[in-house]
C-alpha cells in the first residue's frame, strides 16, 4: 500500500461486515504470505486445539464454525504477525536509527518479522546483531548494578501467554520489585477497580451464553465493528432471541447500526440485521449523568410501580442502598438531561426498556475507562444493574470487553504492580522468599519515575510503550533516561527507536508460531473476557531460528540475573506442563490445570459475581456513591476522545483506511460536529492544530485534516497514537491511573 496517496472522505456505509469484509481480509493476507500458509493457519483459528486469534480477546462459541471461526481484523493481525517479509541483520544495518525514526507506523510494521537479537551500543548510529547469551549478561548486569530492584520496571503488553506471564511475574519478584506496569493501566483498569470494589472481581461476570439469554443488551462506549468483530454475530442472534439492543455512544458507528454477517444468506445477499434498537448520542463523558438521569427516573416510576426495582435482590444481596438512593435524589433532572446533550424523550425510551426487562446485560469499552472519572463511570453502571437485580443470574451481568487476547489472564498469572496479599502470601510459601511487599509503579508512575531517574531500566515483555502511553514527548525523554531499554518483540516499533542508552531488540515468537522443545510440539495457555481458560498452539515455522519463545526468553533473562535462585527455569522450560503445575499450586481456580485445559473448551475459572456469591469482604455487592463531574469547557474549547480506526490494533497500524468512517487513505484526521465545523470557518480536509494547556503546559499537535461527522457539538474524535501528545500524563482516572485518553480538553487554531 502506497502512503502518498491522498487523504479522501466518504460517506460513511450504512452497515458493517458483509462480503466486502471477507475480500478486504483476503487481500489483506494474500499480499503478506501465501494462500497455502494462509490457510494453513486460517483452518487452525480459534478452532478448538487450535491458534488462538492474537486479535481481540472475544470469547469462542462452544459450537464453532466450519465456514471459518474469524473475522476481517482476526485475519488483518494473523498477517501482521505471521507475514513472510523479515526485518534481520541486513535491514538493521542498511537503516540508521535517525532514518528509521522519520518513517511512519504503518511503514515500520510493513518490514517484516525481527529475526535476531539486536543490540544498540551508546553512542552508535544503528542496531547490530547479538546473541543471545551477550544479550542477557548485559540485562543481568544493569539489572544487577542498580541500588535498589525498584530502580527497574517491567512492562507486559496482553498477547503474553498464560505461562510466560506467570514466569515473568515470578522472576520480577524475586528480582525484589513489584513493578510490574501493564497496557491494563491504559485500558480496563478502571473496570477492574470499580468491579472489585462494588462486586468482588475485577472481571465481567457474564458468559456468551447469558448474552444468547439477555432481554435488554446495553453498549457503553465500545465499537465492536471495528475491534471485537465476533461480537456482533452473537448480538444478532440475542436478537433473534428477543432482546433489545442500546448503544450509548458520541459517534454514530456503524457496527452498532446495521450489521451484515458474511456467514448467513441475509448478511450476504440481504440488508443484514439492525443492532440498536436505540442509538444515545450522548456528550463525551456524560455517562455518569446519563446514568444518574436514567436511575432518578427509574425511582420516581417506582413508586407507583415498585416492582420495576428488584427489592428482594437489594436487600437480601446489596450494601450501601439508602446512602446510594439519598446522593441520587439530591440531583435535578433538568440539569442531568442538559449535561448528556439528548432529549429527555431519548433518555424516556431507555427508561423503558430498561423498566420492563429484568435481565441486563451492560456491556463495555474503552469509552467508560479512560476518563478522569472511569472508576464512577462503571460503579454508576453497576448501580443501575443492582437496582434491577441483574447480576448473578442467567442473561444479565456486567461485561466489560477486554482488549488483548490474554490480558486478563495476564493480570490472573500476577502482572500487577498492587498484587493481592493472597498471591504475595502464595509466592512465598511456594518458592522460599519473601516477595516485595510495597506497591510498585504504573504505567503512568513508571514513566514519571523514568523522568526522575528513579527507574533505569526498562524491559517490556511486548508492546510499543512509547506509542501507547499518553504525553508522548515526555514519555519518549523518560524512555531516553534510562540506561538500558529492552523489548521483546515480534515486529519493529517506535519503542525501538527511542530508547536507553543502551537498547536492546530481543525476537519472540508470536501465537502462530510452532514452538518444539525435545521433538514435543509445546502449547500455551490464555484467558478469554469470560473467564475462560484454553490452550492454543501454533502451526507455522517461526521466522528465524534465533526467534525464541516468550517462556524461554524470560527463563534465560532470570538466569542471567538472579544471584540466589531458587526455580530450575531449566526444568520449568523443558515443558510447558511443569509451568502450568507451578501455576496450579500457586493461583486458584486452576485445580488440574493440565488435565482440564486438554478439554477441547477449556474451562471457566470461578466468578463470585456470575453465581450472586459477592466476594467483598461484606460479601454484599455495594452501592457506590459517585460525584458529577463538575469542570465546564471554555467557550472556544473542546472535548476530544482518541480513539482506533477499522485499519489499527493499537499502535500496529494495517492500512490507512477507516472504511465505517468513510475515511480512507490518512490517518492525521480530526472528527468535527458538521455544525461547529460551519461555525469555525472551516471546511471539509482543511488543517489545524489541536493544542491544550493542561498545567500551563502547552501540547500541540498540527495537521489534522477536519472530516465533518455525526458527533455531539462540542465533541471532536482523532486517531490513537497520533494525538497521544496532548493527553497529559497527570489526566489520570482517579483510583485506577488510567489515562483520560477518552476526554482530553483541546482548543485549535487554523
Ligand atoms: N481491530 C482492533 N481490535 C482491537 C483493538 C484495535 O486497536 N484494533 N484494540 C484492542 C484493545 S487493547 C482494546 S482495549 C479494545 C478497545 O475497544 P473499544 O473500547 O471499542 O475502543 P475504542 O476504539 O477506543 O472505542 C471506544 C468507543 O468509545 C466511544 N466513546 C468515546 N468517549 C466516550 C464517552 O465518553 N462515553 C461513551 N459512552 N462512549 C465513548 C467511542 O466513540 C468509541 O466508539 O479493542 C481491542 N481490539
Ligand atoms: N490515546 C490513547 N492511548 C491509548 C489507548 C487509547 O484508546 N487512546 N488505548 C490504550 C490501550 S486500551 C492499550 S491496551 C494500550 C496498548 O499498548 P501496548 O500493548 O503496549 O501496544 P500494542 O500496540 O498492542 O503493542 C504492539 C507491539 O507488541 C509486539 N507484539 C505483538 N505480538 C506479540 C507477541 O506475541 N509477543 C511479543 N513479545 N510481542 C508482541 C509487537 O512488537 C508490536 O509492535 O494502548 C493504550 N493507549
Ligand atoms: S473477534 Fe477478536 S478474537 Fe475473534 S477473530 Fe476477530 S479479532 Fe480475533
Ligand atoms: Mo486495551
Redesign the pocket.
Known amino acids: 500500500m502506497k502512503e502518498d496517496k491522498q487523504l479522501s472522505i466518504k460517506t460513511p456505509p450504512s452497515s458493517a461486515a458483509g462480503m466486502k469484509a471477507v475480500t478486504i481480509a483476503l487481500k489483506n493476507i494474500f499480499k503478506v504470505m501465501s494462500v497455502r500458509k494462509s490457510f494453513k493457519v486460517l483452518n487452525k483459528l480459534n478452532q478448538k486445539e487450535g491458534v488462538d486469534c492474537?486479535g481481540c480477546a472475544w470469547p469462542d462459541p462452544k459450537h464453532r464454525s466450519k465456514l471459518g471461526e474469524y473475522c476481517e481484523n482476526g485475519v488483518k493481525a494473523i498477517a501482521e504477525?505471521a507475514m513472510e517479509q523479515v526485518a534481520g541483520p541486513a535491514f538493521f544495518e542498511k537503516h540508521s536509527i535517525e532514518e528509521l525514526r522519520s518513517k511512519s507506523d504503518f511503514w515500520l510494521?510493513q518490514q517484516g518479522r525481527?529475526t535476531h537479537p539486536m543490540i544498540f551500543h551508546p553512542g552508535a548510529t544503528h542496531y547490530s546483531p547479538i546473541s543471545w547469551d551477550e544479550a542477557n549478561t548485559i540485562i543481568g548486569k544493569e539489572l544487577n548494578a542498580l541500588n535498589n530492584p525498584n530502580e527497574a520496571a517491567f512492562?507486559t503488553?496482553?498477547?503474553?501467554s498464560n505461562e510466560a506471564a506467570f514466569l515473568y511475574q515470578l522472576f520480577v519478584r524475586m528480582f525484589g520489585t513489584n513493578n510490574l506496569p501493564d497496557?491494563?493501566n491504559?485500558?480496563?483498569e478502571s473496570s477492574g477497580v470499580a468491579l472489585s470494589k462494588t462486586v468482588g472481581i475485577g472481571k465481567g461476570s457474564v458468559t456468551l451464553d447469558d448474552l444468547y439469554k439477555a432481554e435488554l443488551i446495553l453498549i457503553f462506549g465500545q465499537n465492536p465493528a471495528t475491534n471485537h468483530p465476533r461480537m456482533l454475530s452473537c448480538l444478532e442472534e440475542a436478537k433473534q432471541n428477543g432482546a433489545k439492543v442500546v448503544s450509548i455512544n458520541p459517534m454514530k458507528e456503524v457496527g452498532l447500526v446495521r450489521f451484515k454477517n458474511p456467514q448467513n444468506l441475509r448478511g450476504v445477499m440481504g440488508n443484514g440485521t439492525e443492532i440498536s434498537d436505540l442509538y444515545l448520542q450522548l456528550r463525551i463523558n456524560e455517562d455518569v449523568a446519563l446514568l444518574k438521569a436514567v436511575m432518578l427516573k427509574l425511582f420516581q416510576r417506582a413508586e407507583a410501580n415498585p416492582e420495576i426495582l428488584d427489592s428482594d435482590f437489594i436487600q437480601g444481596k446489596t450494601a450501601g442502598f439508602e446512602e446510594f438512593k439519598a446522593e441520587l435524589l439530591t440531583h435535578q433532572l433538568d440539569e442531568l438531561v442538559t449535561r448528556t446533550g439528548l432529549a429527555e424523550s431519548e433518555i424516556d425510551k431507555l427508561v423503558d426498556l430498561i423498566a420492563e426487562r429484568k435481565k441486563i446485560i451492560a456491556c463495555w469499552g474503552?469509552g467508560l475507562t479512560?476518563h478522569v472519572n472511569g472508576v464512577d463511570n462503571i460503579q454508576e453502571v453497576v448501580n443501575l444493574l443492582l437496582m434491577k437485580g441483574s447480576i448473578g443470574k442467567e442473561g444479565a451481568g456486567t461485561c466489560p470487553v477486554r482488549?488483548?487476547s490474554n490480558?486478563q489472564g495476564d493480570r490472573t498469572m500476577g502482572i500487577a504492580e498492587r498484587p493481592s496479599k493472597e498471591l504475595l502470601d502464595k509466592i512465598s510459601e511456594n518458592f522460599g522468599f519473601t516477595p516485595p511487599q510495597e506497591h510498585g509503579y504504573s504505567v503512568v508512575d513508571a514513566i514519571a519515575a523514568m523522568h526522575e531517574e528513579k527507574v533505569k531500566v526498562f524491559i517490556?515483555?511486548?508492546?510499543?510503550?512509547l506509542?501507547?502511553?499518553?504525553d508522548t514527548y515526555f514519555t519518549a525523554d523518560a524512555l531516553e533516561k534510562c540506561s538500558l531499554t529492552a523489548?521483546?518483540?515480534?515486529?519493529?516499533?517506535r519503542?525501538h527507536l527511542t530508547h536507553g542508552k543502551t537498547a536492546l531488540i530481543l525476537p519472540?515468537?508470536?501465537?502462530t508460531d510452532r514452538y518444539v522443545k525435545n521433538g514435543k510440539s509445546q502449547f500455551v495457555t490464555v484467558e478469554n473476557s469470560m473467564g475462560v481458560v484454553h490452550s492454543t498452539q501454533g502451526v507455522l515455522q517461526p521466522p528465524s531460528e534465533f526467534v525464541e519463545s516468550?517462556p524461554v526468553i524470560v527463563a534465560n533473562i532470570a538466569k542471567a540475573t538472579l544471584t540466589q535462585d531458587k526455580v530450575d527455569w531449566d526444568f520449568l522450560i523443558e515443558d510447558y506442563g511443569n509451568i502450568r503445575d507451578l501455576i496450579e499450586k500457586t493461583i486458584a481456580g486452576f485445580e488440574n490445570y493440565n488435565e482440564r485445559v486438554k478439554q477441547p473448551l477449556g474451562f471457566e475459572l470461578p466468578n463470585g459475581a456470575r453465581t450472586g456469591d459477592f466476594t467483598t469482604p461484606n460479601k454484599k455487592a455495594n452501592f457506590t456513591v459517585n460525584q458529577l463531574r463538575k469542570d465546564t469547557l471554555d467557550t472556544d474549547e473542546f472535548i476530544m476522545m482518541?480513539?482506533?480506526s477499522h485499519d489499527q490494533?493499537?499502535?500496529?497500524i494495517y492500512g490507512l483506511d477507516d472504511r465505517y468512517r468513510g475515511v480512507y487513505n490518512g490517518r492525521m484526521v480530526v472528527f468535527m460536529n458538521h455544525e461547529d465545523v460551519k461555525n469555525n470557518g472551516l471546511n471539509q480536509g482543511d488543517k489545524i492544530t489541536l493544542y491544550n494547556n493542561y498545567g500551563n503546559t502547552e501540547r500541540m499537535v498540527e495537521g489534522f485534516a477536519v472530516v465533518p461527522y455525526n458527533i455531539p457539538k462540542g465533541c471532536l474524535a482523532t486517531y490513537?497514537?497520533e494525538?497521544?501528545p496532548l493527553?497529559p500524563l497527570e489526566l489520570t482516572a482517579h483510583s485506577s491511573h488510567t489515562?483520560s485518553?477518552?476526554s482530553v480538553r483541546v482548543k485549535i487554531r487554523v
Open positions: 492474537p504477525e510494521g525481527l512492562y503488553s496482553g498477547r503474553t497496557c491494563s491504559m485500558c480496563h474503552m479512560q482488549g488483548h490480558v517490556g515483555m511486548g508492546g510499543n510503550f506509542s501507547a502511553a499518553p523489548h521483546i518483540s515480534t515486529k519493529l516499533n519503542s519472540s515468537m508470536g501465537r516468550e482518541t480513539t482506533r490494533f493499537n499502535t500496529t490513537f497514537p494525538a497521544n493527553v489515562p485518553s477518552k
